[in-house]
T-cell receptor, first 115, second 115 residues
Framework: AQSVTQPDIHITVSEGASLELRCNYS??????LFWYVQSPGQGLQLLLK??????LVQGIKGFEAEFKRSQSSFNLRKPSVHWSDAAEYFC?????????????FGTGTRLQVTL | DTGVSQDPRHKITKRGQNVTFRCDPI?????LYWYRQTLGQGPEFLTY????????KSRLLSDRFSAERPKGSFSTLEIQRTEQGDSAMYLC?????????????FGPGTRLTVL
């Protein structure tokens, strides 16, 4: 069964500082990996996704993530955090498109940004 | 707005009552998913449809839960005899089955509170 672990429940960074959110996955084949962001009371917005190819993927709002197969990781990074980035971030793994395609999410990391 | 919409956004009910939620997916999307998100957790898969066929149901979906997508467009999720443990955010997502990437687009969710 597929699973996702986000070891950090809560992270606080200063505005302008760099950010890295950790994600480890367990999946029997090549995973499809996603990072979503959720602001309070809102649905999930896709930040970026990895399917194949270049292991460093760029997303919206200046975020990037690196897929490391050897470490089963897909960490999210941003070089300079803005106060508006404060939100909850979810890593998810999915099956191949065209098959049973549910997403399995981690428990999330809540990001707080101090000014 | 051509995104996924959900109605109502909030629902407060008393234990034992029935509730029904509606989801309108992105118009050309033939897959529709329901997830449940409890406080401090990531979304958990409940069920999904391809067109009008319900293809997979999670063990989380007890007999009190039923979902339909009668014409392959909008979907409803009904909970009968609600319990306090049903209090959660219910998220709907849609995707295009023929897409090479299993990208799911989420609605804003329906927050259910069972008193």
């Amino acid at each position: 069964a597929q699973s996702v672990t986000q070891p950090d429940i809560h992270i606080t960074v200063s505005e302008g500082a760099s950010l890295e959110l950790r994600c480890n996955y367990s999946y029997g084949a090549t995973p499809y990996l996603f990072w979503y962001v959720q602001s309070p009371g809102q649905g999930l917005q896709l930040l970026l996704k990895y399917f194949s190819g270049d292991t460093l993927v760029q997303g919206i709002k200046g975020f990037e993530a690196e897929f490391k197969r050897s470490q089963s990781s897909f960490n999210l990074r941003k070089p300079s955090v803005h106060w508006s980035d404060a939100a909850e971030y979810f890593c998810a793994v999915g099956a191949l498109a065209g098959t049973a395609s549910k997403l399995t999410f981690g428990t999330g990391t809540r990001l707080q940004v101090t000014l | 707005d051509t995104g996924v919409s959900q109605d109502p956004r909030h629902k407060i009910t008393k234990r034992g009552q029935n509730v029904t939620f509606r989801c309108d997916p992105i118009s050309e999307h033939n897959r529709l998913y329901w997830y449940r998100q409890t406080l401090g957790q990531g979304p958990e898969f409940l069920t999904y449809f391809q067109n009008e066929a319900q293809l997979e149901k999670s063990r989380l979906l007890s007999d009190r839960f039923s979902a339909e997508r009668p014409k392959g467009s909008f979907s409803t999720l009904e909970i009968q005899r609600t319990e306090q443990g049903d209090s959660a955010m219910y998220l709907c997502a849609s995707s295009l089955a023929l897409a090479t990437h299993n990208e799911q687009f989420f609605g804003p969710g329906t927050r259910l509170t069972v008193l």
